[in-house]
């Protein structure tokens, strides 16, 4: 005996497949504001905005650093408890004074031997690309930055609620 299952009319259609005039959404929070952190959401979001889908990064907490006109400048990378880190630094050695300015030098050094783009010029691709960049309002409060501080292109500071009104639509969500 074969049984036929048929979806009930009001069923849901499939979650993959999308209007062909809605446009995908990537929701991603930033919350880590070093060199080797500030890449991820950056590329992802260019990739994503390139491939036609709507995009928002949410700055929270120490990822503000990345679009902060002074502090992103300064990026660095800390070698102290970062196993993956590409150079032989054994954790110990970490800890040493000035091991910190010498890992984000290499790591400088091996990203323009690479022909990486700086994190400067991946913001500008970003914001060209049509990436919504919010710095988040508690976060703002919390180190007392002001509208002026961050990079030209962002968005006004946004509270978490109204992230969570675009996140809520998002096929994918990523939290870096």
Not at 13 to 42: E, F, Q, V
Not at 123 to 128: A, P, T, Y
């Amino acid at each position: 005996m074969t049984t036929t299952i048929t979806p009930h009319p009001s069923a849901a259609p499939d979650a993959d497949a999308l209007p062909p005039t809605k446009r995908a959404r990537l929701a991603i929070i930033a919350s880590k504001g070093t060199l080797d952190w500030a890449y991820p959401p950056l590329m992802l979001a260019l990739q994503a905005a390139r491939k036609g889908w709507e995009v928002a990064i949410f700055f929270t907490f120490y990822g503000l650093n990345i679009i902060h006109r002074r502090k992103g400048k300064h990026l660095q990378v800390a070698p102290l408890g970062n196993p993956a880190m590409p150079m032989p630094v054994p954790n110990l050695l970490g800890a040493i004074p000035g091991m910190t300015a010498l890992a984000t030098l290499f790591m400088r050094w091996q990203f323009r031997h690479r022909k990486v783009p700086s994190v400067d010029e991946l913001l500008q691709r970003v914001i060209d690309a049509g990436v919504k960049l919010y710095p988040c309002g508690f976060s703002i409060d919390v180190y007392g930055y002001k509208p002026e501080d961050f990079v030209p292109g962002c968005e006004k500071r946004l509270g978490s609620p109204e992230f969570l009104e675009f996140a809520k639509d998002a096929q994918v969500t990523l939290f870096v």
